[in-house]
């Protein structure tokens, strides 16, 4: 015997079972991530005792969810093809993710284009003017940036910018904030459309990387800034304590910066660098070729 079926369902409400333990559920998975839980649905404890505008979860701003609140635009055509980096376990302090603040620095280098530290209002209102992803509304909505301005002309500064965001954050929280956006910025660096492997670059992306100004890095912060992946570091330096292996500028100009220029500079710059090689190259035979030629006739 079974029981009736019921009309426009499974029989015995089998469906309705089935879909409240339904893994994908939003409740579930925003509560699985740390975030913000679908409305009604019952806060989690790590984050008890905030209001709602102090939690960041994978439906507000990022939180760990993931790789799109990373990018704030889509890879070129022709950007090289990189293998998948295996990623450690996030971090997070006791307001946010890495995920999400690495979100913010993006979109304020959206406005800061040239990295100065701070967003002038001429930069912040010609740059509305572009259109906007996702991730950049939701951000300003969050910091109200635009109130911001209206109270004051002075820059905002990524300091500042962080402040808006997450304002309840204490000071402990803040701290470690700003060392991830320092080792966003190290990655973003390589991540450029021009990126070219120069010195300047090679030491930009260092100074950001050491963040006590020792003139040495821990070889774990390269992969915690996901400049590369943790196999690959430990063959090119040939330990499996990434942690106390420290790098120094030389080192890190020979050993690492090569791979660096492998994975990082585009196929299209890499064609333009040639051209501009052998356009030098040419220029400078036939400099030397009229030179010859005008010290051949003088002497006559």
């Not at 390589?190 to 050491?210: I, W």
Request: with cysteine.
């Amino acid at each position: 015997w079974a029981p009736p079926p019921i009309k426009g369902g499974h029989p015995g409400g089998h469906a309705l079972h089935r879909e409240s333990v339904q893994p994908g559920s939003r409740a579930k998975e925003a509560w699985a991530s740390g975030g913000t839980a679908a409305r009604g649905s019952p806060t989690p404890a790590g984050n008890s005792g905030g209001s709602h505008n102090n939690t960041v979860g994978s439906e507000t701003i990022g939180g760990s969810s993931g790789a799109s609140a990373l990018a704030h635009s889509s890879p070129s055509a022709t950007q090289p093809a990189r293998p998948k980096m295996a990623r450690d376990p996030s971090e997070r302090c006791s307001r946010c993710t890495m995920e999400a603040v690495w979100a913010a620095c993006d979109v304020f280098w959206e406005f800061d284009v040239s990295h100065t530290g701070r967003i002038t209002r001429p930069a912040y209102i010609q740059q509305l003017g572009q259109t906007p992803t996702v991730m950049r509304l939701r951000m300003l909505r969050r910091a109200r940036l635009e109130a911001r301005f209206r109270d004051s002309a002075q820059p905002v500064t990524l300091d500042e910018f962080l402040r808006l965001l997450w304002p309840a954050a204490q000071e402990k929280d803040f701290k470690l904030m700003r060392r991830w956006a320092q080792l966003r910025e190290a990655l973003s660096v390589m991540q450029s459309e021009n990126f070219r492997g120069q010195d300047h670059e090679l030491n930009t992306v260092f100074a950001h990387l050491d963040a006590r100004a020792e003139g040495r890095i821990p070889a774990q912060e390269l992969v915690r800034a996901q400049i590369l992946p943790r196999e690959q570091l430990q063959r090119l330096t040939k330990t499996m304590d990434l942690k106390h292996f420290l790098i120094d500028k030389e080192t890190f100009r020979s050993l690492i910066w090569p791979d660096l220029r492998v994975r990082y500079i585009r196929s299209d710059t890499l064609a333009r660098m040639k051209r501009e090689e052998e356009s030098m190259m040419n220029n400078t035979f036939a400099g030397a070729f009229n030179m010859g030629v005008g010290d051949k006739a003088g002497s006559k």
